[in-house]
């Protein structure tokens, strides 16, 4: 029988971290916290095979950041480094320590960050030492908060909104551990929508919907909740962008109270309808039991297979350097000349779309061998569901390709886990352009070969 335990640690930021980072933004720092931000944690075992899926809420692990953490996990729990899934929220509204162009709440940025290996070390610790027996299951639900987030203006150029035409995925993917008492132990939700709820307006920090949805799953059901951010590269939110912080609330709740309605549903243990008796009351009452004839699967597995997709250049680092340079100049004079709103927003979308660029280009060089980027995909089997990740942004076609194709009982994609390179668009959205083609470094075929490589994957550990 398999055994699983949960860790969580607290990181939330100092007031006055530097934050958001969104181009149309004009302030630099936070003035409070709306939510805690969180580090949660879950070890499964059975036998010598463990494996760790860690949910972290900040906005990107880069590919050297992932390494270093999952090398500190690795060290502290000795669970295999290839083993352990570093999973981020992607959140919009923490704090922010790579926008060069923000000058104010670096430091305590900085500080907060420093902070976040152990604290990811630390989850998983715990989650070790408090395994216990258990038993897992699997539930599927749907959640209509989220949308394709391309639609094109009359010209045919895209933006980012709400496209109703577009393709979607509203599918809640939960997977329930159970001790053998039948009491939660983690409850694991995937879910596809960008955390861009929250926007330029707000000056909070917090974990968007994934936050208020842990903690509604947490009360309904019991146990610790993880969030698995889906193939979101196309998805967004219906209300996004916003200041309102009532309005991430209530679309993490709709999505919480969906996947407690799953995962109440979840029973790891197949079972047979017996009538005991017929008890003679007011009326004749039946009364059963449903007796458990076959013991839920408890097989733990991992499998890892690299990819080469192939790259493309978007820009060259000189290039974008220079106009990062020459936008960060011009967002200076602008905040010293005490510029109106509209034009510090101007300043501050044309340095902050350099700073893209920039980080583009730096990737397309550290990752590029030759004309194809190397890039891996990981499968954690847990009893009849296989969880499988790419540490891109992908769009939503590819997880449903995935799950269609799939050989498991259960299948769950999920993309931003074990660092990050770019979108991973389809090739139908080369031909459309947008901003999220415009910033990737593959080429157009990638999207296939990332689905055969996570085909593989799960087919390795059935």
Partial sequence: MLKAGVGRVDITPPVGVAHGGWGAQTHEVSIGNDMPLLVTAVVVSNGDVDLAIVDVDIGIFTGDQDRKIRDLISEGSGIPFTHIRLSYSHTHSGPITFGQWIKEGIDLANEWWNQIPNACVKAVSLAKNSQRLARTGFGRGSCPVNINRRPARDGGDLFTGRNWDGFVDHDVDVVGIDDIDGD????????????????????????????????????????????????????????????????????GSRLGAEASRVRLGIDPLKREERLDEILVSGADLGIYTDVPVEESDDTVAVQNITVDLPSRRVATIDEAQIAFDQGEKELAEARASESSEE???????????????????????????????????????????????????????????????????????????????????????YEEGGYEVGVSPFAPGSAGLTVEACLEAVEDLQ
Avoid at 200 to 205: G, L, Y
Wanted: aromatic share 10%; net charge negative.
């Fill in 184 to 251: 939660p132990i983690a409850t694991i939700v995937n879910y596809a929508m960008h955390p861009t709820i929250m926007g330029h307006e707000n000056q909070w920090v917090t974990p968007d919907f994934p936050g208020p949805m842990r903690s509604v799953v947490e009360h309904a059901v019991g146990g610790i909740c993880l969030f698995l951010q889906g193939a979101s590269g196309n998805q967004g939110p219906i209300d996004g962008f916003q200041g309102d912080l009532r309005t991430y609330r209530r679309a």
């Fill in 343 to 429: 034009e510090l927003q101007r300043a501050v979308s044309k340095v902050m779309r350099a700073n893209i660029y920039l980080n583009v280009a730096k990737n397309y060089e550290i990752y590029d061998q030759g004309g194809h980027i190397p890039m891996n995909v990981q499968a954690m089997r847990i009893g009849e569901t296989t969880l499988v990740s790419a540490p891109v942004e992908p769009f939503a076609e590819l997880a449903v390709a995935i799950k269609e194709r799939s050989t498991a009982a259960n299948t769950v994609f999920s993309g931003f886990s074990n660092g990050h390179y770019a979108y991973l668009p389809t090739d139908i959205a």
